[in-house]
């Protein structure tokens, strides 16, 4: 690494606590300013080469898991469609409780739906949950399958779950999916959008804000009367702007 040093005038001939305070701090200041600046260039060709190689490895572990994923879910897909097909028996059962425990109303209604063939079963419930409480009321759908398929003499076993939910309480309404780090939040300042409990981007006063964007095709300022301005990415790769009448 080069382009960077530390220098702590009086530290070595510091005699007391206040000199050898402010020396810290003004290290401290240094370092962070540095990391703050730090771009590839501060780093030896070996290490800009290691960085890149594992940079290139993370990416394409991240491709890898995502189609084993994809994959995964179409195998699911493609099971559940076809025991559909060739069910020789279906049935389906409702069911609804009401549970008043002492704290929360929780009322349930529940399918159990279930398609059996020679070879293959499924088994899958819907269930819609009302939770009211004190400070909130909130409402929670899923969708949980299993599929029992036998495959060359063998027991093959796919879970699918979705679980979304609607939360009503003082501070707005809340949307959001189990497991899924994104939710968006209405209140009456604005709509936000959230992931992994930060917000990113909200609606507000006609406005929108947002950390950061990317347009892929066109970004268009402008109304009816005056006309509008379009940007757009040339074939040269440059950034170009043109105006049209509205």
Do not use: C, H
Not at 51 to 68: F, H, I, M, W, Y
Not at 151 to 180: C, W
Not at 184 to 198: C, I, K, T
């Amino acid at each position: 690494m080069t382009g960077l040093s530390f220098s702590l005038p009086g530290l070595a001939q510091a005699s007391d606590w206040k000199q050898l305070r402010s020396g810290l701090l003004r290290m401290t200041e240094e370092l962070q300013y540095a990391l703050t600046n730090l771009d590839s260039e501060n780093f030896s060709k070996a290490m800009q080469d290691r960085l890149q190689s594992v940079e290139d490895s993370a990416q394409k572990a991240g491709e890898k898991a995502q189609e084993a994923d994809d994959t995964a879910r179409s195998g699911f897909q493609q099971a559940y469609e076809e025991i559909i097909r060739a069910a020789d028996e279906l049935s389906s059962e409702f069911s609804t409780s009401l549970d008043q425990r002492e704290d929360s109303i929780l009322s349930q209604v529940t399918e159990d739906f279930t398609a059996k063939s020679e070879t293959a079963q499924l088994e899958e419930e819907f269930r819609s949950e009302l939770e009211q409480t004190s400070q909130a009321i909130e409402m929670r759908f899923s969708d949980a399958a299993s599929l029992t398929q036998e495959v060359d003499g063998k027991l093959e076993e796919y879970k699918n779950l979705v679980d979304t939910y609607i939360q009503f309480s003082a501070n707005g309404i809340t949307l959001g999916k189990r497991g899924n780090p994104f939710t968006a939040v209405l209140n009456e300042e604005r709509l936000s959008f959230l992931q992994d409990g930060a917000e990113i981007a909200y609606l507000s006063n006609n406005k929108l804000y947002i950390t950061s964007a990317e347009v892929l095709d066109r970004f268009t300022v402008g109304n009816t009367g005056s006309g509008y301005f379009d940007w757009v990415p040339r074939g040269n790769g440059n950034l170009g702007m043109k105006w049209r009448a509205g």
